[in-house]
Nanobody, 123 residues
């Protein structure tokens, strides 16, 4: 019954912006940590951002800090990832995932995943 569905991906020029959404069902955001991961072809899946369950404290990978912002709307069961100043290196499939903590951005620590949404940044 646990589901996470990403949306908002697309193609954008370098320096542009996108906002990804992760709509969840089957659990309560206030009791779950939600992370965004990304994976490019031939590369390992890497953690991008995470938001904690109770306090909503955000965490960011160094590569996206100051450019991306994670947030949530409890009433809408949605977690967002606002992506600004996008770079070609940000091109990847972006996934949201549910886990027990945000201390580390290890994919194995997250047990429920969405299907992903493609983000392409190119001129």
């Amino acid at each position: 019954q646990v589901q996470l569905v990403e949306s908002g991906g697309g193609s954008v020029q370098p320096g542009g912006s996108l906002r990804l959404s992760c709509v969840v069902s089957g659990f309560t955001l206030e009791k779950s940590h939600i992370a965004w991961f990304r994976q490019a072809p031939g590369r390992e899946r890497e953690g991008v951002s995470c938001i904690t369950s109770y306090s909503g404290t955000p965490y960011y990978a160094d590569s996206v800090k100051e450019r991306f912002a994670i947030s949530r709307d409890i009433a809408k069961n949605t977690v967002y990832l606002q992506m600004n100043s996008l770079k070609p290196e940000d091109t990847a499939v972006y996934y949201c995932a549910r886990g027990l903590h945000c201390a580390y951005q290890y994919p194995d620590d997250f047990t429920s995943w969405g299907r992903g949404t493609q983000v392409t940044v190119s001129a």
